[in-house]
């Protein structure tokens, strides 16, 4: 069994920073790719960014230049590192994983989700 583990959210003034971070663990033969969601209250959960095992990676639109998502291949974790946060930043965040254990490819991972407040 994989679990995903997050970490790092918090209350933060507009123009801050936060770092979150994802630590999956189990019985990981590989991981494809890990990402970052959101979700703010009453809309739908969105892509903040992805890290694929290649090391490419991919932003929302209102992240780009804001956000900087990496990973550490040997501690299978990923971090989003998130500068010049604004209120509308707000949301739970949380994590996802593309990974193979043994025999089966698992897509549809999540962490249980780290609130980030952007409020003064």
């Known amino acids: 069994q994989v679990q995903l583990v997050e970490s790092g959210g918090g209350l933060v003034q507009p123009g801050g920073s936060l770092r979150l971070s994802c630590a999956a663990s189990g019985n990981i033969v590989s991981i494809l790719s890990m990402g970052w969601y959101r979700q703010a209250p009453g809309k739908q959960r969105e892509l903040v960014a992805r890290v694929y095992s290649g090391g490419n990676t991919n932003y929302a639109g209102s992240v780009k230049g804001r956000f900087t998502i990496s990973r550490d291949n040997r501690e299978n974790t990923v971090y989003l590192q998130m500068n010049n946060l604004k209120p509308e930043d707000t949301a739970v965040y949380y994590c996802?994983?593309?990974?193979?254990?043994?025999?089966?490819?698992?897509?549809?991972?999540w962490g249980q989700g780290t609130q980030v407040t952007v409020s003064s």
């Open positions: 996802n994983a593309d990974l193979w254990v043994v025999l089966k490819r698992e897509t549809d991972l």
